[in-house]
């Protein structure tokens, strides 16, 4: 068995890769994935300058669409990873990385960038900021004598959200025209403006809080029994649901803020890992990460090519993730 799911996940990874270079070719000017992959090659590798690729192939695949994939790749794997550890911290399936007030403060930080551009630092700084403001009020509202009871927390989190979604109201109703479309369009998700400096900043927060998420698998597996069962082996649960939540609030923060609020990620993905390698949190979570990349290729792509122009991804993956979340519900509602 271990050895099947080691393999799935090569083959999951091995797709993601593909999936990736189709995408890259994909576009209102097509490009054969031979040659998408040769000219990432001759940017990435020190000996050959790529001088006989068209300086055109060099702009759209390197400066354009290599960025925003790797940007789709990056938030599949925050998003859906984090929501894998929101729903086993809470034991509820229907708990997203959203639930503590993350993307209402996001939004709200945005929406005051995008209002009050000379007074305020950058529309992504701020969305950050917000959104663990939001999530550390939700954290403060719900501790009581010492601990965080998980119900607690999940109603301090929907007050926020409310909260930061009324405020959220109150700046569009006194925003000027474009600065409401502006507003409206980045609530709504995508890649639109992706570039290698989001690139930048997103990979070490990808990177890093996937791998130590990862190493706390089987952590989340005991906590996900309970914490009774968990201080029975020896595991704090307060403590370590605390570094699991934190840490799964900044990669949602910094993928929210780059891109903008992408529904159902976070709550369709995690499912479809478990139905495909089971309950073991230890395979679920790097499955997640590379179904949510997998997932977020694809949206990206049908967003930018299905229409002439561009529909904000955060549509396209509602269009498709709820449909399939009932399908899920209506045909293994049991196993989930």
């Known amino acids: 068995?271990?050895?099947?799911?080691?393999?799935?996940?090569?083959?999951?990874?091995?797709?993601?890769?593909?999936?990736?270079?189709?995408?890259?070719?994909?576009?209102?000017?097509?490009?054969?994935?031979?040659?998408?992959?040769?000219?990432?090659?001759?940017?990435?590798?020190?000996?050959?300058?790529?001088?006989?690729?068209?300086?055109?192939?060099?702009?759209?695949?390197?400066?354009?669409?290599?960025?925003?994939?790797?940007?789709?790749?990056?938030?599949?794997?925050?998003?859906?990873?984090?929501?894998?550890?929101?729903?086993?911290?809470?034991?509820?399936?229907?708990?997203?990385?959203?639930?503590?007030?993350?993307?209402?403060?996001?939004?709200?930080?945005?929406?005051?960038?995008?209002?009050?551009?000379?007074?305020?630092?950058?529309?992504?700084?701020?969305?950050?900021?917000?959104?663990?403001?939001?999530?550390?009020?939700?954290?403060?509202?719900?501790?009581?004598?010492?601990e965080t009871p998980l119900v607690n927390l999940i109603l301090s989190g929907i007050i926020t959200g409310s909260i930061f979604t009324a405020l959220v109201g109150i700046v569009k109703y006194l925003a000027r025209d474009e600065a409401l479309r502006e507003i409206v369009f980045w609530l709504m998700g995508g890649f639109y403006y992706a570039g290698w400096t989001d690139v930048s900043l997103m990979l070490p927060v990808a990177l890093v809080g996937f791998l130590i998420l990862w190493s706390h698998g089987w952590k989340l597996n005991i906590l996900s029994m309970g914490d009774k069962e968990a201080r029975a082996l020896g595991i704090d649960p307060e403590k370590n649901k605390f570094i699991l939540i934190s840490l799964s609030t900044l990669m949602t923060a910094a993928a929210v803020s780059s891109v903008g609020i992408i529904p159902w990620v976070g709550l369709m993905i995690p499912h479809a890992a478990r139905l495909i390698f089971g309950p073991d949190h230890r395979v679920v979570l790097p499955a997640s990460a590379l179904l949510g990349a997998l997932y977020l290729l694809i949206c990206d792509t049908i967003a930018r090519t299905l229409t002439q122009t561009e529909i904000p991804v955060g549509i396209i993956t509602s269009l498709i993730g709820a449909p399939y979340l009932f399908f899920l519900v209506r045909t293994r509602g049991q196993r989930m």
Request: glycine share 12%.
């Open 1 to 146: 068995m271990k050895q099947n799911k080691t393999a799935g996940l090569t083959g999951l990874a091995l797709l993601v890769a593909g999936t990736a270079c189709f995408c890259m070719g994909t576009g209102a000017k097509y490009i054969p994935a031979a040659m998408v992959g040769k000219t990432i090659f001759s940017h990435i590798s020190g000996f050959w300058d790529g001088s006989d690729i068209s300086p055109l192939y060099h702009t759209i695949i390197w400066k354009i669409r290599t960025p925003r994939a790797l940007l789709a790749i990056m938030t599949g794997v925050c998003l859906a990873s984090s929501g894998a550890v929101f729903q086993g911290c809470f034991k509820n399936p229907l708990v997203e990385p959203y639930i503590l007030g993350t993307s209402s403060g996001a939004a709200f930080g945005a929406a005051l960038g995008i209002m009050f551009p000379s007074f305020f630092m950058s529309v992504q700084m701020l969305a950050f900021a917000f959104a663990f403001l939001a999530v550390g009020l939700a954290y403060t509202m719900a501790r009581t004598r010492g």
